[in-house]
């Protein structure tokens, strides 16, 4: 009996094997697959293979970040949002996630919020020139908001 149930475990955990192959080779076959739909401008095709690969590894913090600027580049801004802050849960020293988070608030309007996300950026990246030049351009944004645009000159 007990060579029975060895031999049973031994089984088991070789098809476990065999299949986290099987899904791990799927998850990177559908990761490529969304990277090239983005490369080419197929954002939706994309957004489907990150999906793929979101519920095969909910836990995948590239696969929400990379559906988040597939979805940001068709004007999906909260959903990209919610992409982001997703992956920036998983991995919290996530600078992209944080920068382009930051980038969708701003195309929203939420330049508060946006500052911070370009500021955490920053942080953990300070050689990121992008996540500068997006903080002073909301710090702009946000200024000609609150006091108006200038007066034309004739």
Not at 36 to 58: C, H, M, W
Not at 59 to 86: F, T
Not at 108 to 136: C, F, K, V
Not at 145 to 152: L, M, R, S, Y
Request: hydrophobic share 35%; charged share 25%.
């Amino acid at each position: 009996m007990k060579h029975a149930r060895v031999i049973l475990c031994i089984g088991w955990v070789g098809i476990c094997l065999v299949a986290n192959g099987c899904w791990t080779d799927r998850v990177s076959t559908e990761l490529e697959k969304g990277l090239r739909s983005s490369n080419t401008g197929d954002y939706q095709l994309a957004i489907e293979s990150f999906t793929k690969v979101i519920r095969l590894q909910p836990g995948n913090a590239e696969a929400h970040y990379y559906r988040g600027l597939a979805r940001y580049q068709i004007g999906l801004h909260e959903e990209a949002i919610k992409d982001y802050s997703k992956a920036i849960l998983i991995r919290p020293s996530f600078p992209e996630a944080h920068l382009n988070r930051g980038l969708a608030r701003h195309r929203l309007g939420d330049y508060q919020a946006a500052i911070e996300d370009m500021e955490t950026a920053i942080q953990l990246n300070p050689r990121d020139g992008n996540a500068y030049l997006g903080r002073e351009r909301i710090e702009a944004d946000s200024l000609e908001v609150k006091i108006g645009p200038e007066p034309k000159q004739n």
